[in-house]
């Protein structure tokens, strides 16, 4: 069993920016691939971007491509989402989530095995 821990959301003016962490029990985590998703009100949870097991190859939703970067430290566990150029439309809650087999990367939410509760992101305009 897998339990990940989001932390690092808050509030921000627009145009500001949030480093978003999400921490990983488990001794294989440097095998998973990670992903970012999110959540607004009335909508359904979206991808935001997804790493390689190894950190190598990343790839993003075309909402925020250039402006959101996601990246690993396979020695801490961690996987970070660190956000710039925050917009409104940014407003959401953040999840990370993990798949054991992290050969490549993945977009899908059914592709993913183990989820964290999530951490809330307001963007003011």
């Known amino acids: 069993q897998v339990q990940l821990v989001e932390s690092g959301g808050g509030l921000v003016q627009a145009g500001g920016s949030l480093r978003l962490s999400c921490a990983a029990s488990?001794?294989?985590?440097?095998?998973?691939?990670m992903g970012w998703f999110r959540q607004a009100p009335g909508k359904e949870r979206e991808f935001v971007a997804t790493?390689?097991?190894?950190?190598?190859?990343?790839y993003y939703a075309d909402s925020v491509k250039g402006r959101f970067t996601i990246s690993r430290d396979n020695a801490k566990n961690t996987v970070y989402l660190q956000m710039n150029s925050l917009k409104p439309e940014d407003t959401a809650v953040y999840s990370c989530?993990?798949?054991?087999?992290?050969?490549?990367?993945?977009?899908?939410?059914?592709?993913?095995?183990?989820w964290g509760q999530g951490t809330q992101v307001t963007v003011s305009s």
């Open positions: 989530a993990a798949r054991p087999d992290g050969v490549s990367w993945y977009i899908r939410r059914d592709e993913y095995d183990y």
């Open positions: 790493i390689r097991w190894s950190g190598s190859s990343t």
């Open positions: 488990g001794r294989t985590f440097s095998s998973y691939a």
